[in-house]
């Protein structure tokens, strides 16, 4: 093995100046040359010269354009440079015109120079692949990137015209704490200062900046040196976090250079002190909570030298926001005292939790959190001073008192995690989807589903919506005296006279009732908080008054009520069958990925996903023809919560868009042991077995199928037969012609009972007719037609492979060409955004055979 050759003293000087400007750029306020060149000590008056040099390298970039080669140089031949606008030791950045698109840009030019090429590239790359992961409007965009002529890598990027942070402070301070926002407008040109106050302001940028690092988390990206000087507010009033240089991803355990600690010290979480920790979302949340502190108080959480602030960084908390600033929020002390905790699990565990508990104070509702009482300031402090751990002895009584103050805190903690694990699980739609839905028939299922109440009830964070939610099943299922019980339980937590006259109204219901439209909810109380308007809107979605629910859960108070957000959301899937009407397939994809996105912003925000935030997800994604992603949807819920009939409906009907007849006539029988009867089950069922030629096990399930006592009822009934007949006449047409055309006309007589305007009627009487003639050109042209009405169902494409004949005629020429262009439409109207690697792999084999 051939042994590598040593270092020349060039070669190690250029290392050690490599590092020394990497801690300039992280941000460090003194290079620490002694530790840097511990094992080259004789370098070390080379090192600071060189470094020094390179100190002067910024001021040489500013000194104007004659002095600067790449001002007014055309980079890969699209860039026009035009000026300088900000330099470090590592890089400068230049104003730029992008001349393809006729916009302005910042160029971040990376230096090779002065430093180990191989280093400024790995930052470069870092940087590079940090940005382009993540998308938010509180992230700098980056567009390209390039090498420039000499060599030198560049990141091309949003140019964002605004004031750093850091000047804005600095401003701040001179002023004196003015709490007064108007100065922002009038010092900085700032527009859109939403908020009189400038508390209130510096509240709702940090709140932006969390929003903005939860979606670098999502990527895979941490940030690892959020502070004021990383952050630019906008003219416009938006804050944006930059420089991602010395940002990880989940992929490296570490990045830094040696053993050192990265970030700055000022802003950084005391684990980081540790050096090649792994990068973890609470230490991104710690920074900014450090930074939220600077504005705030005006100054930053540790004072003093570097050494003094990473020695105090180590032992002690910073001094209360309170003591600094004082009046200020309960809240807002509380949220600083839980973004910087010492011990990251004591800590906010993600910037999205984060985000919540700021905008819950903006929009003056409860945080999450409360402040760190003095008394457990004063156990840290015993714990980390050898003075006052002597005097322990002395101070049992205390102690005892932080004890009990600590475990009432802890307990809280635990009942709001078991509150989260407990919701996840509660049946996706519970109590209010349509009556006959409403309950298990399944004992073993109906036990297990009414054990997860139970666990629900016994979390003790959110009693309001713990004990309504089990009242609703008791009541469901005929449990009236147990429903009323806990109805005591909701009123006795919401504390309200509308939550006290509702518990009456409970208190009426006759024994043997089973059913919310019982209930007497007319003249009620004034709706006074979060609660009444929650369980107003809850029980109105419980008495079928679906479009006054709508109404009632938009209400700005319940923005922070996750089950209510859960009602909402479901709320809207009516209008997600509406527009899959409207023949506008570019337009009904946009509103699904709203929809899909308004979702995942609710369990971003909450933290997890539930029975019924996936059921909605599998909902969204079957009605846009994404089967493979509905299916996993489906799956999701089911293993959260069992007896979820949506989510087993979701699932079956994916898996027959699928062509995987096996797996759906499972998840349909499945449904049966929840709802036996259930009309959309049945029909599944049926379908699938008129595929497979069964002919009388189809029939009979349309005749168990339950159907409302009405005209409704038996236009409903008689559309499934209709699809019944006509699936049995294509899967019998070319075995067994006679019994074909005795299903194609018992489908013809079915449709005579519709009324010519009925969609089922228009659609199925054509294609029965030709089932009742020997021509199988018209059975194409029929199968045609109805590819084109639902262009991704994989049973019609099936059948039509199997009368389609060699020639085609000049409608059937036309019919094929528009079935290909709705599909094409589909298609690319769900993928625009998906390369082509991603989809082949969503497709799975046993679906890919079917294809």
């Known amino acids: 093995m051939s042994q590598a050759q040593p270092q020349s003293r060039a070669e190690r000087v250029e290392e050690l100046v490599a590092e020394c400007l990497m801690r300039m750029e992280e941000g460090a306020s003194s290079i620490p040359f002694d530790e840097i060149c511990s094992e080259a000590p004789e370098m070390i008056d080379e090192v600071r010269s060189a470094v020094e040099v390179a100190g002067g390298f910024q001021r040489l970039q500013n000194a104007g354009p004659g002095s600067d080669p790449l001002i007014g140089k055309l980079l890969v031949e699209r860039y026009r440079v035009s000026e300088c606008i900000g330099s470090g030791a590592m890089g400068v950045v230049y104003g730029a015109a992008d001349l393809e698109l006729s916009r302005e840009v910042a160029i971040k030019v990376v230096h090779t120079k002065l430093l180990d090429r191989g280093k400024a590239l790995a930052r470069f790359e870092r940087e590079a ?8 409007d509180a992230v700098v965009t980056v567009y390209d990137r390039g090498i420039t002529s000499d060599g030198s890598p560049f990141l091309v990027m949003e140019r964002i015209d605004g004031v750093p942070c850091s000047d804005i402070l600095e401003a701040a301070r001179e002023r004196g704490g003015d709490d007064d926002s108007s100065w922002l407008t009038e010092k900085w040109g700032i527009a859109n200062v939403s908020e009189p106050s ?6 709702q940028w940090a709140a932006s900046l969390a929003s903005g690092l939860e979606a670098a988390h999502s990527a895979g990206v941490y940030h690892r040196d959020v502070k004021p000087s990383n952050v630019m507010i906008t003219r416009e009033g938006k804050a944006i976090l930059l420089d991602f240089g010395i940002a990880a991803k989940d992929d490296h355990a570490t990045l830094t250079q040696t053993d050192a600690a990265v970030g700055t010290p000022v802003y950084m979480a005391p684990e980081a002190l540790l050096g090649r920790t792994k990068a973890k979302p609470t230490q991104d949340v710690y920074s900014l909570a450090a930074t939220l502190y600077h504005f705030l108080t005006l100054q930053a959480p540790y004072q003093g030298s570097s050494a003094e602030v990473l020695t105090a960084l180590a032992t002690r908390d910073p001094i209360p926001a309170f003591k600094v600033r004082p009046g200020l929020p309960r809240d807002a002390q509380a949220i600083l005292d839980h973004g910087l905790a010492r011990n990251p ?20 509702r409860p945080v999450s959190v409360r402040p760190t009482s003095t008394l457990v300031r004063a156990a840290r402090r015993f714990r980390s001073s050898k003075v006052l751990l002597g005097a322990v002895a002395a101070t049992v009584l205390i102690i005892g008192a932080l004890g009990i103050r600590a475990l009432q805190e802890s307990s809280s903690e635990r009942r709001h995690i078991a509150h989260k694990e407990a919701m996840r699980h509660v049946q996706a739609g519970l109590g209010v989807m349509n009556l006959e839905n409403r309950t298990v028939a399944d004992k073993e299922l109906r036990t297990a589903a009414s054990e997860a109440l139970d666990r629900l009830a016994r979390a003790g964070h959110d009693p309001v919506v713990e004990h309504l939610l089990r009242a609703t099943f008791r009541l469901d299922h005929g449990d009236v005296a147990a429903a009323k019980s806990d109805m005591r339980a909701v009123a006795s937590a919401a504390g309200t006279r509308f939550a006290s006259e509702l518990v009456q109204r409970y208190e009426a219901l006759p024994e043997g009732s089973s059913s919310a439209l019982d209930l007497d909810l007319e003249e009620m109380p004034e709706l006074e908080t979060v609660d009444d308007e929650y369980l107003h809107a809850f029980h109105l979605l419980r008495q079928l008054k679906r479009s006054e629910a709508t109404e009632a859960l938009q209400s700005d108070r319940l923005v922070g009520h996750r089950h209510a957000q859960e009602l909402r959301l479901l709320c809207v899937t009516p209008q997600l069958n509406r527009k899959r009407r409207a023949n506008d397939w570019a337009s009904f994809m946009d509103f699904v990925d709203a929809f899909v996105a308004d979702i995942e912003s609710v369990e971003e925000a909450t933290g997890y996903r539930s029975a019924m935030t996936a059921h909605l997800l599998g909902f969204a994604y079957v009605r846009s023809d994404q089967f493979h992603r509905a299916l996993e949807m489906a799956e999701q819920a089911l293993e959260l919560a069992p007896t979820s009939s949506g989510a087993v409906l979701n699932a079956g009907d994916a898996a027959l868009s699928l062509g995987l007849l096996e797996v759906a006539e499972s998840y349909f029988e499945y449904g049966s042991r929840i709802l036996p009867g259930y009309v959309k089950l049945q029909q599944g069922l049926a379908k699938i077995y008129a595929v497979r030629g069964e002919g009388e096990r189809a029939r009979d399930l349309v005749s168990v199928a339950s159907f409302p006592q009405s005209a409704s009822g038996d236009r409903a009934r008689a559309i499934l037969r209709i699809r019944t007949e006509v699936g049995l006449a294509v899967k019998w047409y070319e075995s067994d012609p006679e019994l074909a055309h005795e299903a194609a006309q018992r489908a013809l007589d079915l449709c ?25 050109t018209d059975l194409a042209t029929a199968m045609l037609k109805e590819l084109c009405r639902e262009p991704n169902d994989m049973n019609s494409l099936l059948d039509l492979t199997k009368t389609l004949g060699d020639d085609l005629s000049g409608e059937q020429t036309q019919l094929l060409k528009a079935w290909l262009g709705s599909y094409l439409d589909r298609y690319l109207a769900k993928h625009r955004e998906a390369g082509a690697g991603n989809f082949l792999r969503s497709v799975d084999d046993a679906s890919a055979s079917k294809l």
């Open 752 to 776: 005579a009972t519709l009324p010519e305007t009925n969609e089922t009627r228009r659609v199925f009487e054509p294609y029965a007719a030709s089932l009742t003639k020997d021509a199988e």
């Open 345 to 364: 699990s004591n800590r906010y565990q993600s910037a999205a939790s984060m985000e919540v508990d700021l905008r819950s104070m903006l929009a003056y």
């Open 198 to 203: 400038y508390f209130r302001q510096a509240v």
């Open 129 to 136: 692949a940090a940005l382009a992961a993540i998308r938010h």
